[in-house]
């Protein structure tokens, strides 16, 4: 059922994608789906240009034969569509589960309008719950940790810091060459403030707080697909 309402926020999306359009593409299980509706309308006719926000996405795109430039070539775009962990109050985002975190945010900077699809699991009345993926300079990578845990007991964090592994135990690198730790918050009342906070640790890369970055999402439930407004 998931993946089918996945399906269906990202069909309610893709109504928002025009021709001439410079879009970025987001990661992860819901945004695959995204792209792959694109790829059809490619297939089809339609004439855009894409941003992948990974690696994995980029493979994608480029197997539905998919234009694909860069923000060096294009520092701007009209449009990125991409899935989030939670979506909180005034579409404030949890995001950062497929190792992302980075480029999605570059990406959804550098656009007009940034959209996101997801099941109605996603939309909660506080973000916090599902974990809050920092990403992390290999140099320095424990006193990084240690102030990152800091922060967690000055917002009243619930659960611990854990350091993403791969399934063989090594460290997981991302794209751009980084560690990801995850803090587990339980609730996160002061999202603004919270990025704030991490913002000024050296040695943190990016977060997983997307904060007035988001104008509008589709989320998918039994009853249909609503839309939601900052």
Do not use: W
């Amino acid at each position: 059922m998931s993946d089918d309402l996945k399906l269906k926020a990202a069909e309610a999306a893709i109504g928002e994608v025009k021709s001439g359009m410079r879009i970025g593409l987001g990661t992860g299980s819901t945004a695959r789906h995204f792209v792959a509706l694109v790829g059809a309308r490619v297939a089809a006719g339609l004439d855009v240009i894409c941003v992948p926000t990974s690696e994995a996405t980029a493979r994608q795109a480029e197997s539905l034969n998919i234009p694909l430039t860069t923000l060096e070539d294009c520092p701007q775009l009209d449009l990125t569509v991409d899935g989030a962990d939670e979506i909180g109050p005034g579409l404030a985002l949890i995001k950062g589960a497929g190792g992302a975190l980075l480029r999605e945010k570059i990406v959804a900077a550098a656009s007009l309008r940034m959209i996101v699809i997801a099941d109605h699991s996603k939309h909660v009345p506080e973000l916090g719950k599902f974990p809050l993926s920092v990403e992390v300079n290999h140099f320095g990578f424990g006193a990084t940790e240690r102030a990152i845990a800091a922060i967690m007991r000055q917002f009243g964090g619930e659960g611990g810091l854990r350091r993403r592994l791969l399934a063989d135990g090594s460290p997981y690198v991302t794209d751009g060459g980084h560690g990801i730790v995850d803090a587990f918050f339980g609730r996160i009342p002061q999202p603004q403030a919270l990025a704030e906070a991490l913002n000024r640790v050296p040695g943190v890369v990016e977060h997983g707080l997307f904060i007035g970055l988001c104008q509008r999402a589709y989320v998918a439930g039994p009853a249909g697909v609503s839309v939601l407004d900052a």
